[in-house]
């Protein structure tokens, strides 16, 4: 009896046991999805765009909502869409209309050029065009030669247009010697930002203002300048992260207002600058443009940096920017150790340009470029290294002013010395034995 008494009280045992742990199964997720709810009804929520082509019946609407679906919901949530721009504004042309494809009983522009873009934003092209990101970045990698000639005397204009030394022209051989197959998914990618359309406009509006969103967020991130300002001759994408702007940006930027209205924005809005604070936005006294040198001093891609045209002016804008956040003795000290660590830089490169001249006087440095390794080392001393202390100084990078820089430069020089020792050394040997064969025939 006293047996199946225990036998009966484990059995019980056993269920509550069984019934607590189905309860805490069932209760627990439940008051989880139940905080969770409630957390979401108190947490304000990004307002999404109304997509004011929901409900369209414009031809172009009509079809695309079906062939490309994603391009229509995009274009419904922009502004461009919210302020009745249509897709026959940007992409209708006549039938004579250089590039022109017919299109369902219509012509159109497969991409709208700058040309279209300018019916609307005429002064942000006209700054574009005088841009760093217009002319000079084409040719960066194409060469003048497919140039007419009002686009050559456009290019010469520009500040870039006007100061290119002789060393920089190798970026042209280097995608000959890669080819059109390798530039196409490399250096183009980038450089055809500004290429000249069939049109005559110059540039590719839609490599900073992603189509067909065309959100001020999206343009204002450094995110779309990683696109292309990365990697070991200009790398800003990584100096910036590394830098206290950057730092700022990656564990606040998320509450930063980046649909602000243009040339309104205070440090409210940011509290630490972007690179389109710096280089474009409306801030402090500073207006908007989209001249991305309107504001720098130097020319840093140079192997020999030289102050830009009118860099006073330029200086004072950038500065505007920055007094918004810093006092002016900061910023002048700042400035004069940054124009000396360029000026450090700029001795570094004329000793590597100092350690070849025997070769060239010697006749052993030929005209093809990139023909020997020495060439490639004395072209990454300042291409790469040069180049990234240079912007690791002025973007703040200790990194990559130091370890990716300057000590690069450095041991640079040192291989050049070798291989110039050895070349000339070669060449003498060489000469000693023909003049002995000489003798000795």
Known sequence: MAEENNHNQRTI?????????????????????????????????????????????????????????????????????????????????????????????????????????????????????????????????????TLSEEHLRMYEAIPEGGYVPEQVQLRNALAVMEGPEITRFACENCHNIGKPALDGSVGQCSKCHVRHVFSLEQARKPETCNNCHIGPDHPQWEIYFESKHGIMYSTGGDRWHWEAEPGTLTVIDFPA???????????????????????????????????????????????????????????????????AGTESV?????????????????????????????????????????????????????????WHGAYEVVKSLAELREMASQMLESAETSEAEGEAHALGG
């Open 273 to 339: 600058p972007t690179c389109a604070t710096c280089h474009m936005s409306g801030f402090g006294t500073t207006g908007t443009t989209h001249d991305v040198g309107d504001r720098l001093t130097w020319y840093l891609f140079a192997p020999i940096s030289e102050r830009r045209p009118a860099w006073q002016d330029n200086q004072v804008r950038m500065q505007s920017v920055c007094l918004a956040c810093h006092n002016r003795n900061f910023i002048d000290t700042f400035y004069s150790d940054a124009d």
């Open 13 to 145: 045992g056993s269920a509550r046991v069984l019934i607590i742990a189905l309860l805490t199964i069932i209760i627990v997720p439940g008051l989880a999805l139940v905080m969770f709810a409630i957390n979401q009804a108190i947490t304000p929520q990004p307002e999404r765009p109304v997509n004011v082509l929901a409900t369209s019946t414009d031809t172009c609407v009509s079809c695309h909502r079906n062939t490309t679906p994603g391009i229509v919901e995009q274009y419904g949530r922009s502004t461009m869409a919210a302020a009745n721009v249509s897709c026959q504004d940007c992409h209708e042309v006549s039938s004579d209309y250089p590039g022109a494809v017919e299109h369902e009983g219509t012509f159109v522009l497969n991409v709208p050029t700058t040309a279209k873009c300018q019916t609307c934003h005429q002064a942000e092209v006209a700054q574009f065009n005088q841009s760093r990101h217009s002319l000079p970045a084409y040719i960066a990698v194409a060469g003048t030669e």
């Open 346 to 402: 700029n001795e570094f490169i004329r000793e590597s340009d100092a350690i070849i001249q025997p070769l060239i006087d010697a006749g052993l440095w030929s005209d093809v470029p990139f023909d020997h390794p020495i060439k490639f080392v004395h072209y990454e001393t300042w291409h790469h290294w040069g180049r990234t202390a240079k912007f690791g100084m002025w973007m703040q990078g200790a990194d990559y002013t130091q």
